[in-house]
């Protein structure tokens, strides 16, 4: 299965020209493609398919959509399908 994941952009930078950023997940974070969501800054919230941010979220709905994903036990599975280039890692809360 495949999911669009809401993150907390926590870091935003350029890498080969390309707009990255480093998103949490609920305590998870990834590095993420941004150059389809041009308007995100630190501290917005953006649902991420396969490694790119694809749209702007209010933090209301990313929390809910987040603590929904836990509760069912597929966030952790969602994340753990990285693409290539990806990491993850495991932020103390």
């Given amino acids: 299965m495949c999911l669009g994941v809401p993150g907390k952009v926590i870091d935003i930078y350029t890498t080969d020209g390309v707009r990255m950023g480093k998103v949490d997940f609920g305590g998870l974070v990834k590095e993420v493609c941004l150059a389809f969501v041009p308007e995100v800054v630190v501290g917005d919230y953006t649902i991420v398919h396969v490694g790119f941010a694809i749209t702007q979220l209010d933090e209301q709905s990313a929390q809910e959509s987040l603590a929904l994903l836990q509760q069912i036990g597929a966030l952790g599975e ?3 399908a990285s693409p290539e ?9």
């Avoid at 280039?85 to 809360?93: C, W």
């Fill in 85 to 93: 280039g990806t990491s993850n890692h495991a932020l103390s809360r």
């Fill in 78 to 80: 969602e994340l753990a």
